[in-house]
């Protein structure tokens, strides 16, 4: 291969005089764009940096990696980090407690602003339409930090209202937060909160985009309202409804760290105890980075593996994609 | 709609209950948000008396005038603000430089190149290892971590991109090329002035972003001198699980709270933390409604 190369460099004969012909086209090409190649430069070093460099990383799942000596002083453990973590209790629990988080989400907080935009589609007032929907999206530009500053201040077991409430009705007071029954409850309601609205911006626009035409041939077969709702436009809602199921199944393995971390209190950890919690604990505050590390690997490989099933199962069920 | 038919008597029941439903909702998604505003302003003995709803009772200011001096507060208000501004700047400017080429070029290695790009988007390194190639670049407990963390996403460069070959006509590129204009002068004279409205909803969601980010400032930043708004607002609003380092002002104002009205000075700073969210709220909705549109169209 090296000697070809160089008498093609060379002398030029005829079989590396194309070759010599395109090299010159790709070099002409890349003169020609070399603008374009300045542009993507910082781009692809900052991928390599701050993206490829970090999935190379992952390998640190095989080490007993220690921050100060790096990879050449961390000792290569194969495969002990990962059979310590999934002998572990702890991290079943962690997944466990993802899982069913999200899977609540999946039940309450995916179809909750589906109905949403389709009572808010029914809705004839206009300007009434317009103001509920502009306050339906405030909440989602509030940070977890204030949303869990809210919660605390209605659940407080000392001056909370809702405790109040309880206490004017004659009934004991409950250290919501404390108690991990309703860590869930908690998680979903502020979830819903904050989301409803600007998931909903999505459907809405969709259903806005409905022809017309269509709710008009089911008039003329005599439809009724729900009718039409079922019949016209639910289905042509279904891509995007899709679409975000995609999304949302894919990062089932995914709950938010803010609201859960912020949540988190001693007693209620056997059930508000998350991956991404779990990751961040083990890496960050006990400094046990292989560890850590495998929790990661598990948490990409699975939401990607996610994606592309749900993405999979989309396109032969509704034959909407996303990749 | 086309109302060709009388509504019948049960879609006007349903009418008239989906309103009231409707608008109940649209309490609930103020109501918090107003109650906070009111304790904020309210005195002590109303606040614990559980007296304060939608308006402010007994009205006094106490509890931002003793926000209003304190040096964590202001020094993490000058941070958020720093990496806000910066990183949106930057972000814009980085997104459009990653754009562009997908959008309006053919050149070796575009396939690569958008490969390099849309994996990211759905596989990544992972919180742990990311944290320690910053690290290894010296790059934690330094404002900068946050807005390079965020600097390129790929999820921004798709919607751009979708933009850009969606409102741009290519023959308009073609045209400035034949008149010798490079790449650069392009997108800076022409596509980046008739993006605006892409742009400025780009340029909104970052400064959201940044505004609100919690896990990157708790990853890192461990000066205090270099929290951001949202980790003092963790440290004040959630006191029993913040770590408070001795001396600080925070401090004080949590000893003094938990003494008095912790539940004023809560609220106080959760206003003071989500002013410029309601400023910037009447452009997000003018702007976000198109934007969450544009990233509809590709995913």
């Known amino acids: 291969m090296k000697t070809k190369k160089r008498t093609a460099a060379g002398t030029g004969s005829p079989e590396p005089a194309i070759s010599l012909r395109n090299n010159y086209r790709v070099r002409r090409n890349i003169w020609k764009n070399r603008a374009v190649y300045l542009m993507i430069l ?13 999935m190379g990383w992952l390998s640190i799942s095989f080490y007993d990696y220690k921050i100060l000596k790096g990879f050449g002083g961390s000792k290569f453990v194969g495969f002990d980090n990962f059979v310590y973590l999934f002998s572990n209790s702890s991290f079943w629990q962690a997944l466990l407690n993802t899982l069913l988080l999200n899977l609540l989400v999946l039940l309450i907080c995916f179809p909750a602003p589906i109905i949403f935009a389709l009572l808010l589609n029914e809705l004839t007032h206009r300007k009434m339409k317009k103001a509920i929907q502009t306050v339906s999206y405030l909440p989602y530009f509030l940070s977890a930090v204030v949303v869990v500053g809210m919660i605390y201040n209605f659940l407080s077991s000392t001056s909370g209202s809702i405790n109040l409430l309880r ?38 626009a969709a259903l806005s985009s409905v022809d017309d035409t269509l709710y008009e041939a089911a008039m003329v077969d005599g439809a009724s309202r729900f009718q039409r709702c079922i019949h016209v436009t639910i289905p042509s809602i279904l891509g995007t409804i899709m679409i975000m199921l995609i999304f949302q199944i894919g990062s089932l393995i995914t709950v938010g760290f803010d609201m859960t971390y912020l949540l988190q209190t001693p007693t209620n950890l056997s059930v508000s105890e998350v991956l991404t919690t779990y990751t961040y604990k083990l890496g960050m505050t006990s400094s046990r980075f292989g560890l850590a590390t495998v929790v990661d690997l598990f948490n990409s490989v699975v939401s990607f593996a996610l994606v592309m099933l749900a993405n999979v199962f989309s396109k032969k069920v509704a034959e909407v994609s996303i990749v | 709609m086309v109302k060709y038919m009388k509504p019948s008597k049960g879609e006007k029941v349903f009418d008239i209950f989906n309103m009231i439903f409707l608008t109940i909702l649209g309490i609930l998604f103020l109501y918090p948000i107003i109650n906070v505003v009111a304790v904020s302003f309210s005195s002590s003995s109303a606040v614990l008396q559980n007296q304060v709803t939608v308006f402010p009772v007994q009205f006094t200011t106490t509890a931002y005038s003793k926000i209003i001096n304190n040096a964590s507060i202001y020094h993490s208000y000058e941070n958020t603000i720093f990496v806000a501004l910066i990183g949106c700047v ?93 790449d650069f002068t392009i997108l800076f004279r022409l596509v980046i002035p008739l993006s605006k409205a892409a742009l400025a909803t780009i340029a909104l969601w970052i400064i959201v972003l940044h505004w609100n980010e919690f896990l990157p400032a708790l990853m890192y930043l461990q000066d205090r001198k270099k929290y951001t708004l949202q980790m003092i607002l963790q440290e004040i609003i959630l006191q029993n699980q913040g770590a408070l380092s001795g001396a600080s002002d925070s401090a004080r104002i949590n000893a003094e709270g938990q003494m008095v009205i912790p539940t004023q000075i809560q609220n106080a700073v959760i206003v003071v933390s989500i002013i410029p969210m309601i400023v910037i709220y009447p452009f997000l909705s003018k702007y976000f409604v198109k934007g969450i549109m544009l990233g509809a169209v590709k995913g």
């Open chain 2, 90 to 182: 930057l972000t814009l400017l980085a997104t459009c430089i990653a754009a562009y080429p997908l959008a309006f070029c053919e050149f070796y290695g575009k396939k690569v190149y958008s490969m390099m790009i849309i994996i990211a988007l759905w596989f990544s390194g992972g919180m742990i290892p990311t944290y320690l190639v910053m690290n290894s670049l010296h790059l934690t407990n330094s404002l900068w971590a946050l807005i390079l963390n965020t600097l390129f996403s790929s999820y921004y460069i798709i919607i751009l991109r979708s933009f850009f070959t969606g409102s741009i006509p290519m023959s308009l590129i073609e045209s400035m090329r034949m008149d010798g204009a490079n």
């Open chain 1, 42 to 54: 910082p781009v692809v070093v900052f991928y390599i940096i701050f993206r490829y460099i970090p």
């Open chain 1, 167 to 204: 206490q004017s009705m004659g009934m004991n007071t409950i250290n919501f937060l404390q108690e991990p029954q309703y860590f869930r409850p908690i998680y979903v309601v502020a979830n819903l909160w904050q989301g409803i609205g600007w998931s909903s911006i999505i459907y809405l």
